[in-house]
């Protein structure tokens, strides 16, 4: 069986991007573009048929009841439910979607339904953590901030509630912008393993520019099944197959960062992909993410066709 070579997204209506047609909402996602060869027209729904365009539309969620038309010679490539891939080359007649079959069919399912919750902008020193947004001691140990002209940084993990030091780093450039740091990691890891998940980081560049973030990690047992689930994934798939599955995991235990990661992963492979721009564009939007506005200015060129 192949494995997915291509990207996969599917698309999620944001206030500040173009929302997907209604009429998909009521069917089931079968099947996702990834190569275009030649010139074919898709009709969705209720659309008017158009042109295929092999940058944007590249994964392009296939809904069932779609029908693609091929001019000439022309022929496409598509992932179906089961992570299968197959060649369509004669639909000068038009080949029409049918209902999605495979194990992974619920995975589709899922692409619409996570991201679009604006939490507003973060306007502060500190862009993640973040409060409020669940996570885990190795993404949470990547710490992010606003870039100053100047100076040094100070960043330091208390326990909650007694505020006892866990870990401390001072003399960081406050010009780098992010720092990841291992005994970050070890120390917030260490907090779960004590049952304490909600630590607090606070970095302060001078009296007056200070900031901090409750950190919400995911439990002990809960990253242990996440775990399990990211190493059967990794067994079994490698490339964007294994970054979809990856955010799917991550999306199931409202870990968007992570999730986020993996779609911006994917774009590397299809940087004009309209719909995955508008996922992670969603997920970002969501969490404040410091890549949000780039992630927006592109979808909105993306979506013009």
């Known amino acids: ?11 999620t209506a944001i206030a500040l991007l173009a929302a997907a047609p209604a009429a998909q909402t009521d069917r089931k996602p079968s099947l996702v573009l990834e190569q275009i060869d030649g010139v074919i027209n898709l009709r969705s729904g209720s659309n008017e048929a158009r042109p295929i365009d092999k940058d944007k539309d590249r994964g392009r969620v296939l809904y069932q009841g779609d029908v693609l038309t091929c001019v000439d010679k022309a022929s496409f490539t598509v992932l179906n439910a089961a992570f299968e891939e197959h060649r ?18 619920v995975v589709l399912e899922r692409y619409g339904r996570t991201g679009g919750r604006s939490r507003g902008a973060m306007l502060g020193l500190l862009l993640w953590p973040a409060s409020g947004v669940r996570t885990t001691p190795a993404t949470a140990s990547q710490i992010q901030w606003r870039k100053q002209s100047g100076g040094t940084l100070t960043a330091t993990l208390k326990e909650a509630g007694g505020g006892r030091v866990l870990w401390t780093r001072s003399g960081i450039d406050a ?48 990253e242990q099944s996440l775990q399990q689930g990211l190493a059967s994934a ?10 979809l599955v990856r955010a799917d995991l991550f999306l199931e235990r409202n870990l968007p960062r992570e999730a986020l990661d993996e779609y911006v992963a994917m774009l590397d492979g299809a940087p004009q992909s309209a719909m995955l721009l508008t996922k992670a564009s969603a997920l970002a939007v969501e969490i404040s993410d410091p890549r949000a506005a780039d992630l927006i200015r592109r979808a909105r060129a993306a979506g013009g066709s």
């Open 234 to 243: 990794g067994a079994a798939l490698a490339g964007d197959a294994l970054h």
């Open 88 to 105: 369509v080359e004669n639909c000068a007649n038009g080949y029409v979607v049918s209902a999605p079959t495979g194990t992974s069919a």
């Open 175 to 222: 010009a780098l912008g992010t720092l990841r740091d291992a005994d970050l990691e070890t120390a917030l890891r260490a907090q779960v393993d004590a049952g304490k998940n909600d630590p607090v980081l606070e970095v302060r560049v001078s009296d007056a520019m200070t900031a901090s973030a409750t950190i919400s990690l995911l439990d002990r047992a809960a």
């Open 1 to 11: 069986m192949m494995r997915l070579q291509g990207v996969i997204s599917s698309a």
